[in-house]
């Protein structure tokens, strides 16, 4: 399988996500360090640091570096009005559906409105990024949080879902801020680098 291009001169590999709380993140990386001890020596399953974990609602791909003062003012721009609401963690999935996961994540929900807001917010990202000349991922916006990816090869056991309890003890959060990221990917794992945040108030 071919991986991701990387970034050329003058580009940096972008996306705008909603930073998580730390409740939320103490309670999702007990579950990443559960699945660690579980999963067996050949399941090749790569799970994500508590650096790493995030609610995406755009990848942007890479983008020239030129091109990024402007994304960021025109999200500004997009978020004026926009007001803050409450989501919450739901349950755990995989990508795909079915048969052997590439992607374990963690699901999110909320009341009709908070995820009408949601859905909304990732609208706005895209279109200002649409409107810069930037093309963000095509796939349908599913609000997920990734906490594994699991190579190709791998062939053991993999711990998913979790047992009841090994679920997340801290599920509510409010979405009060977004961010434009630049990752920079290596040996290690992905990077993450705050460009420009967002306040929703």
Not at 121 to 130: M, S
Request: with cysteine; glycine share 10%.
């Amino acid at each position: 399988m071919r991986g991701p291009r990387q970034p050329g001169s003058g580009e940096a590999r972008c996306f705008v996500a909603i930073p998580l709380p730390v409740q939320v993140l103490d309670s999702l990386e007990a579950v990443a360090i559960w699945g660690q001890k579980e999963a067996s020596q050949t399941s090749s399953v790569r799970w994500v640091t508590r650096q790493q974990m995030h609610l995406t609602l755009a990848f942007l791909g890479n983008v020239p570096q030129a091109k990024i003062p402007g994304i960021g003012d025109k999200i500004a721009k997009e978020l004026q009005g926009a007001m803050p609401f409450a989501l919450c963690l739901k349950e755990p999935g995989q990508f795909p559906e079915r048969g052997r996961p590439r992607v374990l994540w963690w699901g999110i929900g909320g009341d009709e409105k908070a995820l009408e807001h949601l859905d909304d917010l990732a609208g706005r990202v895209r279109g200002a990024a649409e409107a810069c000349g930037v093309l963000p991922d095509k796939k349908p916006f599913k609000a997920h949080l990734t906490l594994a990816r699991v190579r190709p090869e791998s062939r053991g056991w993999i711990p998913w879902p979790p047992l009841k309890e090994i679920m997340p003890s801290h599920k509510e959060f409010e979405v009060r801020q977004i961010v434009l990221f630049q990752s920079q990917l290596g040996p290690g794992g992905a990077k993450y680098t705050v460009l420009r945040q967002f306040e929703i108030s």
